[in-house]
């Protein structure tokens, strides 16, 4: 489903991303590990064209991320179009990114409606279904201040489901989360997982990757330098990088 080819990213001097080859199978699990600064964020985000990389492309489905071929040479794509092509990714970052102004179940059917044409009416059931399946059912009326942040990271996750994504990336989805709170939204992410959704998980739970990962990629200093499934990288790594990263964080 996803094909990251040579993918270089630098903000200004500072090169990023060095190179990244990356393969995602449907209804796989990947998840990324490594040090702060090592690329991960920057890898997701040029996944859907959040961050415009400076060479190599990434392929969902067959089609290439924010560029298309023409003349031999990648011309980047019209603003449209890559809406439309975000719009079969959905992501969930750190901080929620709810709109505050807007109750729960106004979150989930803003885009729906707005990207995809879907009537109000269709939007919102299936937001209240969603919310029923990430434990949330009945909390439509809600304004994200009152909800925990647990909770709001749910509706988020809700919210990116809404879309029917083909992929889901998530962005360190525990990381603002009090320690009581990061396993209810780990139970929803393993459950999208049992479901066979397709993802790609930046996270530092070494526990979520061994159990829920097919493959775990570590990277540093802006490459893979270990790849592969959770029981050779999390247990016997090759890497001497990421031997000192797992030893410092299990």
Do not use: C, W
Not at 141 to 164: E, H
Not at 211 to 239: K, M, Q
Request: glycine fraction near 10%.
């Amino acid at each position: 489903m996803v094909r990251v080819r040579g993918l270089r990213k630098s903000f200004g001097a500072h090169l990023v991303l060095d190179g990244i080859d990356l393969d995602v199978r449907q209804g796989e699990v990947t998840v990324l590990l490594g040090p702060s600064g090592s690329g991960k964020s920057t890898l997701l985000r040029s996944i859907n064209h959040l961050e415009r990389p400076d060479d190599g492309f990434v392929e969902v489905n067959g089609e290439i991320i924010g560029y298309r071929y023409r003349g031999g040479r990648l011309h980047e794509v019209r603003p449209h179009t890559i809406t439309r092509q975000r719009a079969r990714i959905g992501m969930v970052f750190q901080q929620f990114n709810l709109f505050p102004h807007m109750t729960v179940l106004e979150n989930l059917v803003e885009a729906p409606v707005a990207v995809r044409g879907t009537s109000r009416k269709a939007a919102a059931a299936r937001a209240t279904d969603l919310l029923e399946r990430v434990g949330l059912a009945g909390r439509e009326g809600a304004y994200p201040r009152t909800l925990s942040g647990g909770q709001q990271q749910r509706v988020a996750i809700a919210r990116a489901l809404a879309m029917d994504p083909d992929l889901l990336l998530f962005d360190e989805p525990t990381s603002a989360l009090d320690p009581e709170l990061v396993g209810e939204v780990l139970a929803v992410i393993k459950d999208l997982a049992e479901s066979g959704m397709t993802m790609i998980v930046v996270t530092h739970e070494i526990g979520f990757a061994r159990e829920v990962a097919d493959t775990v990629v570590f990277l540093d200093g802006g490459r893979i330098v270990e790849s592969g499934p959770p029981a050779d990288v999390l247990s016997r790594p090759g890497n001497e990088r990421a031997r000192a990263f797992l030893a410092a964080v299990l």
